[in-house]
Each structure stands twice: as structure tokens, then as C-alpha cells.
């Protein structure tokens, strides 16, 4: 397995081919530094990475304004967080949002009965119970799944379709009241505008294969009523956790990024919702298979 490092030296690559304007070729970036049988770092092999790490991080938070520039001007984001989504995670992404111009609408923060599967009747049982009460059976199928009924019943509150989103209606504000009465979600803002990006923030590793699923529902929902919908985790989780299983269900169009712990995967975050304005959409980070940054 390719470690945490050796995929930073990979993403490192990439910025430095930015800066001096090579054409990165269509290779599978996320191959180099592979040993076969990779051998326990020597000290000083230990001290050159972490100064590797750390030139990485800073050349990435120096390369994402022109990397950025105003892509996302005027761009409303709905951020949604999971629960045990790291504060300093959360404030990075956010930060690299803003820096490419983008503003965040509002907040709204899953609780654990969102994603956990012994919660699953009360999720099931109040969509169904919105579904009926706000007329909705014609657009949300009884097929759907429970998760991926609410996913869509939260973007009907807090994503839109329009490009310049819209304002909260009566539907939404019954969605988020019925949400925060069961205690699914928090919002910051109950009448925060309904925005046409959706930023979601993965919390801790459950290795719950069942709470995975879960989280894809949710996030194929949120897809349908977004322009796009873009879901980060760790690089961890992108190796062989909770996003790497989440990458084998079907998301729809959401995009996912690994690597939301370092200042690349945070701007790579923000790249890939101005992606997602163009229809673009993939699996970036340092385990992705569409690449390790979206520079669509």
C-alpha cells in the first residue's frame, strides 16, 4: 500500500508541474514513489518527508489563488458536515472556499442518528412522513431508499438546481424544522438561502459498511438537487476507509476528494466544486481514480 507520504510527494509533484507550466501527462500520478516492498523510513528519511510535507502544504495554499482565481464568484455553497467532521477540517475548507470567492449559505450538521443504522426506521419513517405531508410522492418514488429519500428531502431544503439558487420556501423550512425535531440535523440558519453547491464533510471512520451505505444515500440525494455536490474525507479514509468504500457505491454525480487534512486536498476540494458549475465530476485526492487534483 502506497503510504500517507509518499502520496503527499505525489500531490507535491503535481503543484510544482503547475508552476512551471508542464503539461502533466494522463499517467496515474498516484503510482509515483511505489516500492514493492516498501522498507521502514530511516530518521532522516523521516525529516526530509515531513519538510516535504510541509513545502507541499505550503506551496498548495500559495498556488490556489491562481489556481482558484474566481471560478467560484458569487457561488453560494451549502456545507454539510457529518458527525465527528474535524473543527480545524472544516475551517480549512470553508477557508479555500472564500478564497476563490465563494460564500457558504449556511451550515448544517448531521447528528449521529443521521448515519447510523439502528436509526434507520426513524429516518425511514419521517421522509416518508414529509413526503406525504408536503405532496411530494410525485417526484420522490417509494423506491428510493431511506437514506436517499432524505438526502433529497435536506437538498430541497438547503441545494438548488438554479445556478444562482434560490430562497427557502415553506417546504424548506418544514423539512429543516422536522430535521432538527427528530434531532438528524442542525442548521445555523433555518432561513439560509438554497444554494447550488453542496460541500460535504466526512467525519470519523466508522468501518460500518452498512453506515457507509448510508452516507452514499445521502449523498446521491443531495446530487440529484444540486448543481453539484462534492463529499471529502481523509486521506485515510480515501485508502482504505469509509470514502474508499463509499468510491464502490453509486453516488450519482457527486464528486468525492481525499486528503481534507492537508491544505492540497482542502484547495482541491474547492476546485472540484467549481468543477461541478461545468458538469464535471470524479473521484480526486490521493487515492482517486480520476487524479489527485481536479484541474478541469
Known amino acids: 500500500?502506497?503510504?500517507?507520504?509518499?502520496?503527499?510527494?505525489?500531490?507535491?509533484?503535481?503543484?510544482?508541474?503547475?508552476?512551471?507550466?508542464?503539461?502533466?501527462?494522463?499517467?496515474?500520478?498516484?503510482?509515483?514513489?511505489?516500492?514493492?516492498e516498501p522498507e521502514q523510513a530511516a530518521p532522516q528519511e523521516r525529516d526530509d518527508s515531513d519538510l516535504q510535507v510541509a513545502f507541499g502544504d505550503s506551496f498548495a495554499q500559495a498556488a490556489a489563488a491562481p489556481l482558484l482565481g474566481t471560478r467560484l464568484e458569487g457561488q453560494q455553497v451549502a456545507l454539510v458536515t457529518l458527525p465527528g467532521a474535524p473543527a480545524d477540517v472544516v475551517d480549512g475548507v470553508v477557508a479555500q472556499v472564500e478564497a476563490g470567492g465563494g460564500q457558504i449559505s449556511g451550515r448544517f450538521d448531521g447528528r449521529s442518528a443521521l448515519v447510523t443504522p439502528g436509526e434507520q426506521n426513524l429516518v425511514n419513517s419521517l421522509g416518508t412522513q414529509l413526503v406525504t405531508d408536503l405532496d411530494l410522492a410525485d417526484e420522490l418514488s417509494p423506491e428510493l431508499g431511506s437514506h436517499e429519500r432524505i438526502g433529497r428531502l435536506i437538498g430541497l431544503a438547503v441545494a438548488s438546481t438554479e445556478p444562482e439558487g434560490e430562497e427557502p420556501d415553506a417546504a424548506a423550512g418544514t423539512v429543516l424544522e422536522a430535521l432538527q425535531s427528530a434531532d438528524l440535523l442542525t442548521a445555523d440558519d433555518a432561513a439560509a438561502g438554497r444554494a447550488p453547491l453542496v460541500l460535504v464533510v466526512m467525519g470519523e471512520d466508522r468501518d460500518d459498511p452498512d453506515s457507509t451505505a448510508l452516507v452514499a444515500g445521502l449523498a446521491r440525494g443531495l446530487a440529484v438537487t444540486s448543481i453539484g455536490t462534492v463529499v471529502v474525507g481523509s486521506t485515510t479514509s480515501g485508502e482504505d476507509g469509509d470514502l474508499s468504500v463509499l468510491r464502490?457505491?453509486?453516488?450519482?454525480?457527486?464528486?468525492?476528494?481525499?486528503?481534507?487534512?492537508t491544505t492540497v486536498g482542502q484547495v482541491s476540494a474547492a476546485l472540484a466544486l467549481a468543477n461541478a458549475l461545468s458538469g464535471e465530476n470524479g473521484a480526486f485526492g490521493a487515492s482517486g481514480a480520476d487524479g489527485t487534483v481536479p484541474l478541469g
Not at 10 to 33: K, N, R, Y
Not at 248 to 261: F, N, P, S, Y
Open 1 to 36: 500500500m502506497i503510504s500517507f507520504r509518499h502520496h503527499l510527494v505525489s500531490i507535491i509533484a503535481v503543484f510544482v508541474a503547475l508552476a512551471v507550466g508542464v503539461v502533466l501527462g494522463g499517467g496515474p500520478l498516484s503510482e509515483l514513489g511505489r516500492d514493492d
Open 248 to 261: 464502490q457505491e453509486d453516488l450519482g454525480t457527486a464528486t468525492t476528494v481525499d486528503g481534507d487534512e
